[in-house]
């Protein structure tokens, strides 16, 4: 079993949708959990950044983490074309390195 | 602030030949990764360094790949012979270290563009 797990889609939703992506996780040692969004041929840029379990909004993108169930969720409300990427989740314990899901590719049609 | 720099962004070679990637890290940054994301896949860790010194190289394959930080800020990431296999993104990402001696914290990490290597 895998550290993280994500659903690699793909995920396609129109314009305005209401978007949930979603991952579990094994190790409960991990105490950090972020989502990074990665456009064609760039590199991961940090979109959410959590610590323990809770949810923390930043504009259109809202994030959940659940420690009892081991479970990272990130929500986009009104989502809009430029958001169509690949969404990475991510944990680790402190100082270490990144566990990386496979990413969940999004196409938000107009 | 400038974000991670690496080069080159492409790179092709035929297997067995040798290769080199180069990143510098976010200024001040004392902790830099370096990533392996094949298509399809997650990025995962090859090696980190703290300053000058390798924390966690356990992913690295030690017989081809090898990977320096001489003056704590600077890194290249060489594979001798590269296989078909190697072929992936190879992303660097860097993360400032802000702990009292023996206290560990953890900071974002940033991520370069990644150096796309493909092995003919």
């Known amino acids: 079993q895998k550290e993280v797990e994500q659903d690699p889609g793909p995920l396609s939703v129109p314009e305005g949708a209401i978007v949930s992506l979603n991952c579990t996780y094994s190790?409960?040692?991990?105490?950090?959990f972020m989502w990074y969004r990665q456009y064609s041929r760039k590199g991961p840029e940090l979109l959410m950044y959590t610590y323990s379990s809770g949810n923390k909004e930043d504009g259109r993108f809202t994030a959940q983490v659940d420690k009892s169930s081991k479970y990272i969720s990130l929500f986009i409300r009104d989502s809009q074309p430029s958001d169509s990427a690949t969404y990475l989740c991510a944990a680790n314990q402190a100082g270490t390195a990144l566990i990386f899901g496979k990413g969940t590719t999004l196409s938000v049609s107009s | 602030e400038a974000g991670v720099a690496q080069s080159p962004r492409y790179k092709i070679i035929e297997k067995r030949q040798s290769v080199a990637f180069w990143c510098n890290p976010i200024s001040g940054h004392a902790t830099l990764y370096w990533y392996q994301q094949i298509l399809g896949q997650g990025p995962k860790l090859l090696i980190q360094?703290?300053?000058?010194?390798?924390?966690?190289d356990s992913q690295l394959p030690k017989d081809r790949f090898s990977a320096e930080r001489l003056k704590g800020v600077d890194s290249t990431l060489k594979i001798q012979p590269a296989k078909l296999e190697d072929s992936a993104v190879y992303l660097c990402?860097?993360?400032?270290?802000?702990?009292?001696?023996?206290?560990?914290?953890?900071?974002?990490?940033?991520f370069g563009d990644g150096t796309r290597l493909s092995i003919l």
């Open positions: 360094f703290q300053n000058n010194g390798v924390v966690d």
């Open positions: 990402a860097s993360s400032p270290l802000e702990a009292a001696p023996g206290l560990i914290s953890n900071q974002p990490q940033h």
């Open positions: 190790n409960s040692a991990f105490q950090y």
